[in-house]
């Protein structure tokens, strides 16, 4: 059985003008942890609302254990932690009255489950009695993350956990939820930052509501299908704009301190490169390169 089941799932907003998620299925297995990975808008709390039984969808059907979405809410909202986007911590509670609560909502108390966030929880207790509002950033996800797991749940549903919070707390973040995953818990997480999808087993690369790709980040990358450029100049914003004009050019976007291209059949890039410099652009140096995911993302984008 699959934890997660997305069955042709449709939801749109005001009267169907807005399609905020359009015909998606796809299927997250026991024990994985699974990435949803799009821009602002792509749709993924959408998604995360419909599956945590906090939406209905318009159309298609979807399943957290088994259980459906719409007809089981009860049984999935005992089984399911959930970490929304915006922090759904009380900020004038402190960081034990916080924990309590969440513990008491599903009949549990924190000593029950404290095995389950013991290493988390740690890390925020020396403020137990600091309220909420006043914690840092990586603390209130820390804070967050804690309540989400106080019951014990199956699954968790994290959305964008690490939107906002420093480079050192994202990545102390993703140390967690590899060892929550060690404890069996199928994990769903949502981010807008492609480094973050390479910590992923599995991830649905998703824009406008669409899902372009499911697979693993590794493959999804073998899937680029032709040979990717890292090209730059002294004057790269000169070079960019310069590129865009070129026939022999196929696809061009800033990244760093390079331009990363793609080039139309037909032709190669040591002309290119020499052409570039006939026309003035300064040092142009040229290689190929193995794509990452983001590269992956941006062809998706721009075929889709
Ligand atoms: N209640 C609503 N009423 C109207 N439009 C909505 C509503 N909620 C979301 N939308 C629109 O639906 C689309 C998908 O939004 P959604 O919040 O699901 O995406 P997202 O990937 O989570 O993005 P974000 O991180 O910005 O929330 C967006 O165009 C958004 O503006």
Not at 139 to 160: R, T
Not at 188 to 199: F, K, L
Request: glycine content about 8%.
């Amino acid at each position: 059985m699959s934890a997660v089941v997305l069955d042709h799932i449709t939801k749109t907003y005001d009267d169907g003008k807005v399609v905020a998620v359009d015909d998606v299925s796809l299927q997250v297995a026991e024990g994985e942890l699974f990435g949803l990975i799009g821009p602002d808008g792509a749709g993924k709390t959408s998604l995360f609302r419909i599956l945590t039984t906090l939406l209905l969808p318009d159309k298609g059907s979807a399943t957290v254990r088994g259980y459906d979405c719409v007809k089981d809410f009860k049984a999935i909202r005992s089984r399911i932690g959930y970490m929304p986007g915006k922090f759904s911590l009380y900020q004038d509670l402190t960081v034990k009255e916080n924990l309590d609560f969440f513990a008491t909502l599903f009949g549990s108390s924190i000593e029950e489950n404290y095995d389950l966030i013991r290493d988390i929880y740690e890390q925020i207790k020396p403020f137990n009695d600091r309220r909420a509002g006043k914690l840092s950033g990586g603390m209130k996800q820390k804070l967050a993350l804690c309540c989400a797991l106080i019951h014990k749940p199956e699954v968790l549903f994290l959305d964008e956990p690490t939107t906002g919070v420093d480079v050192v707390s994202r990545k102390e973040f993703w140390a967690m939820l590899k060892s929550l995953k060690q404890q069996g818990i199928t994990i769903v997480v949502s981010t807008p930052y492609m480094d973050e999808a390479m910590r992923c087993e599995r991830i649905a690369l998703i824009q406008g509501g669409k899902i372009m790709s499911v697979d693993t980040p590794d493959n999804i990358i073998a899937q680029f299908p032709v040979t990717l450029y890292a090209i730059k100049a002294d004057d790269i914003y000169r070079l960019l704009t310069a590129l865009r004009n070129e026939p022999a050019i196929d696809s061009s976007y800033a990244f760093g301190e390079y331009i990363h291209i793609t080039l139309r059949n037909g032709s190669d890039i040591d002309t290119l490169r020499q052409q570039m410099e006939e026309k003035g652009h300064a040092h142009v140096a040229a290689k190929a390169i193995r794509p990452g995911i983001e590269d992956s993302f941006i062809r998706l984008m721009n075929q889709a």
